[in-house]
């Protein structure tokens, strides 16, 4: 089992920036990839972004495409989610997740491909 903790949401104006952190202990050892999703209140939760573990190969959504860029350091265990020009639509929950086994099959856009779940950290775009 993974444990993910997320930081670095909060409150932004139209067209700032945040950047999110979710850290990652317990079993990293065989890590796959990690992914960010988030949700809007009544809405069902969306892929943002993911990486593969090894090769550092990117996946995004795309709406998020030229704005969103995830990145992670290896020796920290940790992702990242830079997010610039943020709109009111990006307001929601963010959660990071994790894939430490690579062996649910599922595509890396999906939800199901993940099998740990940080708690979320909230994102509110004011205009």
């Known amino acids: 089992q993974v444990q993910l903790v997320e930081s670095g949401g909060g409150l932004v104006q139209v067209g700032g920036s945040l950047r999110l952190s979710c850290a990652a202990s317990?079993?990293?050892?065989?890590?796959?990839?990690m992914g960010w999703f988030r949700q809007a209140p009544g809405k069902e939760r969306e892929f943002v972004a993911a990486?593969?573990?090894?090769?550092?190969?990117?996946y995004y959504a795309d709406s998020m495409k030229g704005r969103f860029t995830i990145s992670r350091d290896k020796a920290k265990n940790t992702v990242y989610l830079q997010m610039n020009s943020l709109k009111p639509e990006d307001t929601a929950v963010y959660y990071c997740?994790?894939?430490?086994?690579?062996?649910?099959?599922?595509?890396?856009?999906?939800?199901?491909?993940?099998?740990?779940w940080g708690q979320g950290t909230q994102v509110t775009v004011s205009s």
């Open positions: 990486i593969s573990w090894s090769g550092g190969n990117t």
């Open positions: 317990g079993r990293t050892f065989s890590m796959n990839a």
């Open positions: 997740a994790a894939d430490p086994w690579g062996t649910t099959y599922q595509p890396i856009g999906t939800t199901q491909r993940y099998s740990d």
